[in-house]
């Protein structure tokens, strides 16, 4: 997320309560997870065993739970409790805003677009032109999405992340990760029927142009779907994992969270995506192999009764 105006870090550590370390005339101009920082942005970090990541990343400031040797032209905030710091300045600058009618007067909706009954526009929220959005689908705030899009029933684009820290200490143990992020939704996509479209914890969930999603497909947070993509029905997408161009991932296929598919893969029914698997290539199983190859292993297996009477000359019961 990126901040309306910059912000100096100065009022950030003691927004906090946090020690300043580094650079105090630094200003902040956004808020971001590792994966997703660029120059100017705050994130943060609790585990020791992440420290280098973070403090080698693209972060200017970050705020961490031990005083460390601040790097050079950054900016550290020593804080007891980074996670929970790092949610008061999510909620501090993009607050929960309440929706008071259908559409909200701060959406923007293109010419030609048709909205059918009970469709909910959340603030901020823009739309292409010639859109066609079907009932009862759920637009939650500040989603982006393009023209000549098509979204079927009771479809959600933007729920918050599936994210939480925990907290073994405490009876209640799992404290929610504020979602501050967006969904965008390019031009000349189509999503089914109770799709559900998550939207990044700090960064963005994007739908690449000309992707089509059949019924009951979920995109988890900050996920990147290339271009011209096909996913069938129960599809099942992990957090940030980026599917790049002219995927297809055939029904039910599962793929986890923090991993590349490379263009072109096709991965056919039932399959589960543990890790990266290269482009241009066709997959199968749990977890995938080379669809070829699997398919000739399951043909064997099927053989081991036969084999077995040849071997033994008893029929196995």
């Not at 982006?144 to 992340?161: E, K, M, P, Q, Y």
């Not at 011209?228 to 986890?256: P, R």
Request: net charge neutral; aromatic share 8%.
């Amino acid at each position: 997320m990126k901040f309306e105006k910059p912000v100096a870090v100065k009022w950030i550590a003691e927004f906090i309560g946090a020690t300043l370390s580094g650079n105090a005339d630094q200003m902040a101009t956004g808020i971001n997870e590792i994966h997703k920082v660029t120059k100017g942005d705050i994130s943060f970090v609790d585990f020791e065993k992440y420290y280098n990541t973070c403090l080698n990343s693209a972060a200017t400031i970050i705020i961490i739970n031990k005083k460390v040797d601040c790097p050079e032209g950054k900016t550290l905030l020593v804080h007891t409790d980074p996670f929970s710091a790092y949610i008061k300045i999510v909620d501090h600058f993009r607050p929960f805003e309440p929706a008071h009618k259908m559409v909200s007067d701060t959406a923007v909706i293109g010419k030609g677009t048709h909205l059918q009954p009970n469709v909910f526009v959340g603030n901020h929220v823009q739309i292409g032109k010639n859109c066609l959005i079907h009932p009862h689908v759920t637009i939650y705030d500040h989603t982006i999405i393009g023209n000549n899009v098509v979204i079927h029933a009771g479809t959600v684009i933007g729920a918050d992340a599936f994210y939480f820290k925990r907290r073994k200490e405490r009876e209640v143990q799992y404290d929610k990760m504020l979602s501050c992020g967006r969904v965008i939704i390019e031009s000349d996509v189509e999503i089914g029927a109770c799709c559900t479209i998550d939207r990044g914890v700090s960064g963005d969930t994007i739908i690449g142009r000309g992707t089509k999603f059949d019924n009951q497909v979920h995109i988890g947070h900050g996920v990147v779907v290339g271009k011209n993509c096909l996913f069938a029905a129960q599809v099942g997408v992990g957090g940030k994992a980026i599917i790049e161009d002219e995927v297809i991932l055939w029904g039910q296929a599962g793929v986890s969270k923090d991993l590349t598919i490379g263009k072109g893969a096709i991965v056919y029914a039932q399959s589960g995506v543990p890790s990266s698997i290269e482009g241009g290539k066709t997959y199968f199983g749990s977890p995938v192999e080379d669809a070829r190859t699997k398919m000739k292993e399951l043909n064997w297996v099927k053989r081991i009764p036969e084999m077995w009477e040849k071997l033994t000359g008893k029929e196995e019961k």
